[in-house]
Each structure stands twice: as C-alpha cells, then as structure tokens.
C-alpha cells in the first residue's frame, strides 16, 4: 500500500502536467515575460468558429486570465459585485464564482476597469485586487482564506496594477498622487509584513520579480519617472533608475541578466520637452498674495499646464505646491522611452546600468515582448517595432495590415509565433524573427483588453463577453 501511495504521489502531479501544460500563473505568465516556448505550436489561424475547443460566456472584465493545474482564474463586475470566477480548464465549465461587495467607487479612466488587475496564484490560493475593495484571497475551492480592504486612492486615472507572488508574499503596487506605497502581504495570513512609500505619483504598471544569483528575491517596480527594485524580505529599496514618463504603463519584462521596460506618456515625445524654473523662482514672479501657492490664474501662459490643471493638483484643493509643481516640472521635462538596464547593483544605477535606449513609435500600454533576442513592441496604430535585444538597433518596423487600431493587451510568444491582440477583437500572428511577418489576422466578434494566456497547445483569450479555449481541433 506504501508503495501504491508513493507511486500515486509521483505521477498524478506529473499527469497533470500532461492534461493541461505549464501554468500560467500571474499576468504574463509566471515569470511576467509573456513566453513560453516549450508549449507547442498553437493554431495559425483561429476565431470565433474556428479552432475553438469552447466557450463560456463571462461577465465584463479586462482582467486576462491565469492557469494552474485543471483551474482557470480570472475577475469581472456586475453592478457593486467584484467578482472571482474559477473555471474548469479541460471543459471552460464555471466551477465556482465568488463576489464581495465594492466599499466605493474609484474615480477611472473610460479605458479602465473595475476588474481590471490581473490575478496572481501560489500554492492553493488565487489572489485579487479590485482598487474599489482590496485584496481578497480564496482557495482553488472557492473558499475565501482573507480579505485586506485597502483605499481609498487618489489616483487620476483609477489604481490598476495587478498583484504578483514571490515566496510566501503577495506583492502589491499602489501609486497614487498622494502617499502612494508598495507592500508586501504574508499570502497564508493576510496581515502586511511590510509597507514602504513611493515618491511617485499615478502608475499604471505591473512590477516583477527578480531572482538574483545571490541576495535577496527583489520586486521591481516602475514608477513616475523612475524605477525602483525592493527587497521582497522586508520592502527596502535596493536599486533605481531614472529616466522613465509619467505615466508608465507597460509591465517591465527580464530577459537573462537584463531589464527591458517601457513608458509613454502624451507630451513626452522626443523634441517636446520643456525646461520650466524651479519652485521659489516661480513664486517670486507669480505668487501674487505669498501663500507659498500657484493658483492657475497667477501662472503666466508658457507655464500653464498644456492638458487638465487637475492631473498637475495632486492634493486637488485648486492651488499647487512645491511637491506639485516640482513632479508638473518633471513631467515637461520627461522624455519616452524604451530602456535595456543590466540588472543589479545599488542606488541609482542610472549612469552605469542603462545599457540603450530606443525613444520612437513606443507603445501606451502593452509590454514589450523579448523573444529569440528580439525585442517586439506594438504601438496604437498597429504600428510593430522589432530591435537587437543586445544594441537597441531596429530591425523592422511596420504597420499590422488589417488590424490598424489600437492595443492594450501585451504581445505574447510561443513555438514560432508571436500573438498580437487589438482593442477591436482582432489577433495578429507573426513570425518571431527581427524581420517578422504577418502570418494570419484572426477576428473575434467582440473587444480584446485582455492579455492571452498560453499553455501546452492552447492559448486562452478573453473578450469583452466570453473566454474562448484556442487549440488545433485534431
């Protein structure tokens, strides 16, 4: 009996292995780069009657969904209900669906969600964030294990960075205009092990893991105008670079010992940087009553803002301070940018750790996608961009004829292909070479926001209505 048991524990984990392929554990994968090359070759042409192995229906969402063993995880809203779903991988069948009640509504972006942060899985446990509540944390079953609320947050376009796992620790970007942090929650108990402030303000990104050959498991996070790396052990900062947006939205992505990330933001393009004066210089010429604050009459027009006077009022009471016009200093001065950072060192690494930079046609949202040493971005527009992952040299750029709109969900590779999905339901396969090539443009009849999860032959998408399972019908 022994021995049945002991033969039972060795291969029922690798037979599932076998039935449903590697997980997929957080967003873009388990290790955020968005690849997984031993999965097979998944279908070339594909849609919603072709090449589907089913389909299940599905509340409003952008969250995209993760895999482990026969579960599928993924979050939508229906009113005030914040909801968590876990399907049957193998049938798509709905095995449980949980909600909890939203404390509030969070100011958004019109592109942005109420469901839109991705979940993150360990162990026998599926973690969600919704910015309207906090963190929630249920078991494969369906049962809740622990609740964190957190916010209200004042951030301008909503908090939306999907929470990511690394030893015992669920890990959490919360940027806002005002005292925005990052922490570290103990993912059995649900209490903060740790919690340490951002000298940023809105961020949109998903951060990452790192794993060093030595030290200790570090969380990098970008940030307004600056990335930072933490110690996943107690939160301290390690590490930063300078240089990046205002807004970074795009997820950063490792590949061997180096650090690709990217951050657009509008007014921030090559050439349109603004050298404005400093704070006290500012105040002597326009701070008419000495209150030590700008009200936007008193700005002369070459220091007005050029976009909403409430995205530069962090603390929204009308009037800007020194923080304020300090960060509204920066952001005119910022410049877009796609960075290749060797990994590692401590403090600001800037001047020794960056080792290119590309600066033009660079994407709003989606991640860049690092695949055979090649660099994949996708800018609104379809407008692809492959570059040397080792010099930053451009090797092809061009339009994706045929699906010449906008993308939010990030770019992702498997077998031979790279996989591109558009706002307007559409996937275009290219092949995965610098000099690449449109292969097939697959139409959905329903929006895609949602990054694709992939695993042995399959490939998982989510629209605005539905989750279909991709695979070769044979």
């Not at 929630?136 to 939306?160: C, I, K, M, T």
């Not at 108990?189 to 303000?201: F, Q």
């Not at 396969?429 to 610098?434: E, F, I, Q, T, W």
């Not at 329903?446 to 989510?462: F, H, L, N, Q």
Request: glycine share 10%; hydrophobic share 40%.
């Amino acid at each position: 009996m022994w021995a049945v048991n002991l033969m039972r524990f060795l291969i029922f984990p690798l037979l599932a292995l076998s039935l449903f392929g590697a997980d997929w554990t957080q967003f873009r994968g388990s290790d955020g780069s968005g690849l997984c090359p031993s999965c097979g070759q998944l279908p070339t042409e594909f849609g919603p009657q072709k090449n589907v192995l089913w389909k299940t229906e599905l509340p409003v969402g952008k969250s995209s969904p993760v895999l482990v063993g026969d579960r599928i995880f993924l979050t939508a809203s229906e009113g005030d209900d914040l909801i968590t779903i876990g399907l049957s991988r193998s049938s798509g069948k709905v095995q449980w669906r949980r909600s909890v009640r939203a404390a509030r509504r969070e100011a958004q972006h019109t592109l942005n969600d109420r469901a839109a942060p991705t979940a993150a899985t360990a162990g026998k446990s599926v973690f969600v964030f919704f910015a309207d509540f906090g963190l929630v944390a249920y078991d494969f079953e369906g049962n809740e294990r622990w609740q964190l609320p957190l916010g209200p947050f004042n951030s301008q376009h909503g908090v939306v960075a999907s929470p990511v796992y690394a030893d015992g620790k669920v890990l959490l970007v919360c940027d806002q205009d005002t005292d925005a942090y990052i922490i570290g929650v103990d993912a059995d108990s649900g209490k903060i092990a740790w919690k340490t402030p951002r000298h940023v303000i809105n961020g949109y990104a998903t951060p990452i893991i790192y794993r060093p050959a030595s030290g200790p498991v570090q969380v990098i996070a970008p940030g307004s105008y600056q990335l930072t790396a933490y110690s996943v052990v107690d939160g301290e900062a390690l590490w930063f670079v300078r240089g990046l947006t205002c807004q970074p939205k795009s997820a950063p992505t490792i590949a061997g010992d180096v650090l690709y990330f990217s951050g657009w933001t509008t007014g921030n393009e090559a050439g349109q940087q603004v050298e404005l004066p400093g704070f006290d210089e500012v105040s002597a010429a326009a701070d008419a009553n000495h209150d030590a604050k700008l009200a936007q009459t008193e700005l002369p027009k070459p220091w007005q803002p050029t976009g909403s006077w409430r995205a530069i009022d962090l603390d929204r009471d009308g009037f800007l301070n020194e923080r304020e016009w300090t960060f509204f200093r920066t952001r005119r001065a910022a410049r877009n940018g796609l960075l290749a950072v060797k990994l590692g060192g401590s403090g600001d690494v800037t001047d020794t750790h960056v080792l290119w930079r590309f600066d033009k046609s660079l994407p709003d949202v989606p991640s860049p996608l690092v695949y055979n040493d090649v660099v994949f971005i996708v800018r609104n527009g379809g407008i692809v961009t492959s570059l040397d992952a080792q010099t930053g040299e451009m090797l092809k750029q061009g339009r994706l004829t045929g699906a010449i709109e906008d993308y939010y969900a990030s770019p992702i590779g498997v077998g031979d292909k790279v996989y591109i999905a558009s706002d307007r339901g559409k996937v275009v396969v290219l092949r995965a070479a610098g000099d690449w090539e449109i292969l097939a443009v697959n139409e959905f009849d329903s929006d895609i926001y949602a990054t694709p999860a992939i695993s042995e032959g399959k490939m998982y998408i989510r629209t605005q209505n539905a989750l279909y399972a991709i695979g070769s019908s044979n």
